[in-house]
């Protein structure tokens, strides 16, 4: 430091403080993301291939499914959308681009649909229940299944739109 300068205490730095909350915002997103992106195909998987031979497998099959929408999928959803918002209030460039209010958005939705569709108990335990009637099953699965590749891509979207960035905010006149 030169003699000059006085020296200026580590909190008293705005600018700093607020880069260190995007980049810690931004490295917590990604981290989330990458789990989320996991308990999805973990989940999709379970879908696809868990035994029908009996009652008592399948149920354990779903029971996996059930742990890791719980404590994988749905607080891995819920530090992505915290995260991106915290993301998107500490730095001013995000404030006005439309791509990233988009991707707030479609994050919101995905943690909705996360929450309705995979995390509910009450669609689990009816997944379960309608292991007797296998045309039940079938469509139960498969609209967990369609529901679970929306999730993708839309997770994908959101992923090109922080890539791309695209102009989406209409121009001044």
Known sequence: MRPDQTP???????????????LGAKTLHDVASITFGGALAACLVINQVA????????AAARQSL???????????????????????????A?????WAWLKALLGLAVFEATLV?????????????????P?????LLRSERN???LLVVLCIINVVLAV????????AR
């Open 164 to 171: 791309w960035r695209p102009r989406l905010s209409r121009k």
């Open 147 to 149: 529901t679970l590749w």
């Open 94 to 98: 995000y404030m006005n681009a439309g």
């Open 117 to 133: 569709v995979v995390g509910s108990k009450d669609k689990q335990a009816a997944i379960i229940a309608a292991f007797p009637d």
């Open 8 to 22: 200026v205490a580590p909190d008293a730095d705005p600018v700093g403080r607020r880069r260190w909350v995007r």
């Open 135 to 139: 045309a039940a099953l079938d469509v």
């Open 66 to 92: 059930t742990v890791i929408a719980q404590y994988l999928l749905v607080p891995s959803m819920g530090v992505v959308v915290l995260s991106g918002l915290l993301a998107l209030a500490a730095t001013r």
């Open 51 to 58: 035994s029908r031979e009996s009652a008592a497998e399948f």
